[in-house]
């Protein structure tokens, strides 16, 4: 079976070697075009530009990355219902056009309430993905519809809606969605074409897909999976292991608690936080080379759980 080889670009150096987050940063023009190239270089097939309510703007990082990159695509993060979907289509199949058909869009809702606060969004965490399945009932008219057409719903409300721009993809950009909560689940199987996961045990993962791609069968679809892995490569499996606790050690340093700030005790909100923060009940190591202690100690944050070893073990466990 074919894969994708997908790779994260920054946009501005990390502050130390145990960041576990490189989205936010500021951003540093020269960083992103030689991190790009760099992915580019090694045969990576794609890069994400994450998203969160502080960081650069990733439509404008992925023209930047386009324009400096000849055939590596984008996959960008994309968070509904701060502007119009009407606009935002427009502004996908504009930017498709402009990096000549290499753009994917992850459309990512949002599973932290303080993080959707900052830019002015109160509501709660459901209500954001019947929002997000709205969005996107919208965006796909724009993107399908010949003629313009109406749409009322309870988020959004259009009249006459349509789109002088379509993308180079037909018949749209290829959507990927992240979330597995209860509420996240029935919108992706409903839209998604390709379905984000964390990395997590092969049985907990082969138990979320089959889940998955049931409810996407109700809908007469069939769902492609992203599994997201922080590798930590050594050229022994011994140097491997002492790397990862190097960045272990660095996480834990920065963590509150490290700091004298009291942890509240609560469990993340987000359910795939959730999910990656228990993975430590089952062991430090898990199949052959999973080890979660890093996710354990970010509470789950970003992708945080690493296949650790030697590049072949690494390749093997993949």
Same mark, same amino acid.
């Given at each position: 079976?074919?894969?994708n080889?997908?790779?994260?670009?920054?946009?501005?150096?990390?502050?130390?070697?145990?960041?576990?987050h490189?989205?936010?940063?500021?951003?540093?023009?020269?960083?992103?075009?030689?991190?790009?190239?760099?992915?580019?270089?090694?045969?990576?097939?794609a890069?994400?530009?994450?998203?969160s309510?502080?960081?650069?703007?990733?439509?404008?990082?992925?023209?930047?990355?386009?324009?400096?990159?000849e055939?590596?695509?984008?996959?960008?993060?994309?968070?509904?219902?701060f502007? #119009?979907p009407?606009?935002?289509?427009?502004?996908?199949a504009?930017?498709?056009?402009?990096?000549?058909?290499r753009l994917?869009?992850?459309?990512?809702?949002?599973?932290?309430?303080a993080?959707?606060?900052?830019?002015?969004?109160?509501?709660?965490?459901?209500?954001?993905?019947?929002?997000t399945?709205?969005?996107?009932?919208?965006? @796909?008219?724009?993107?399908?519809?010949?003629?313009?057409?109406?749409?009322?719903?309870?988020?959004?409300?259009?009249? @006459?809606?349509?789109?002088e721009?379509?993308?180079?993809?037909?018949?749209?950009?290829?959507?990927?969605?992240?979330?597995?909560?209860?509420?996240?689940?029935?919108?992706?199987?409903?839209?998604?074409?390709?379905?984000?996961?964390?990395?997590?045990?092969?049985?907990?993962?082969?138990?979320?897909?089959?889940?998955?791609?049931h409810?996407?069968?109700?809908?007469?679809? @069939?769902?492609?999976?992203?599994?997201?892995?922080?590798?930590?490569?050594?050229?022994?499996?011994? #140097?491997?292991w002492d790397k990862?606790?190097?960045i272990? #050690?660095?996480v834990?340093?920065?963590?509150?608690?490290?700091?004298?700030?009291?942890?509240?005790? @609560?469990?993340?909100?987000?359910?795939?936080?959730?999910?990656?923060?228990?993975?430590?009940?089952?062991g430090?190591?898990?199949?052959?080379?999973?080890?979660?202690?890093?996710?354990?100690?970010?509470?789950?944050?970003?992708?945080?759980?690493?296949?650790?070893g030697?590049?072949?073990?690494?390749a093997?466990?993949?």
């Amino acid at each position: 079976m074919p894969i994708n080889i997908l790779g994260m670009i920054g946009v501005a150096p990390p502050d130390d070697a145990a960041t576990v987050h490189i989205i936010g940063g500021g951003i540093d023009r020269d960083y992103i075009v030689r991190f790009s190239q760099a992915h580019e270089r090694s045969g990576f097939d794609a890069v994400l530009i994450g998203h969160s309510s502080s960081s650069a703007d990733g439509f404008l990082i992925a023209q930047h990355v386009g324009h400096h990159t000849e055939h590596l695509k984008i996959l960008l993060a994309h968070r509904p219902g701060f502007i #119009a979907p009407t606009q935002a289509a427009r502004k996908v199949a504009t930017l498709d056009n402009l990096i000549d058909g290499r753009l994917w869009l992850h459309i990512i809702t949002g599973g932290v309430d303080a993080d959707q606060r900052r830019d002015g969004d109160f509501l709660s965490h459901d209500e954001r993905y019947a929002r997000t399945d709205e969005y996107l009932q919208v965006m @796909k008219g724009v993107w399908s519809q010949e003629e313009p057409f109406n749409y009322e719903g309870h988020y959004y409300r259009c009249s @006459k809606a349509s789109s002088e721009v379509q993308s180079i993809q037909r018949p749209h950009v290829p959507l990927w969605f992240g979330g597995v909560s209860e509420a996240a689940i029935p919108v992706g199987a409903k839209h998604a074409d390709t379905y984000a996961l964390f990395g997590e045990p092969r049985s907990q993962v082969t138990e979320l897909m089959a889940l998955l791609q049931h409810r996407a069968a109700t809908n007469d679809r @069939k769902l492609s999976f992203n599994l997201s892995f922080r590798p930590i490569l050594g050229d022994t499996e011994g #140097a491997a292991w002492d790397k990862a606790r190097s960045i272990l #050690a660095g996480v834990e340093a920065s963590s509150p608690k490290s700091r004298g700030i009291s942890a509240s005790g @609560k469990e993340p909100e987000a359910e795939t936080a959730r999910r990656l923060t228990r993975l430590i009940e089952g062991g430090e190591i898990q199949d052959e080379c999973l080890w979660v202690p890093i996710a354990a100690a970010a509470q789950g944050s970003g992708n945080t759980t690493a296949l650790v070893g030697t590049p072949d073990q690494v390749a093997e466990a993949i």
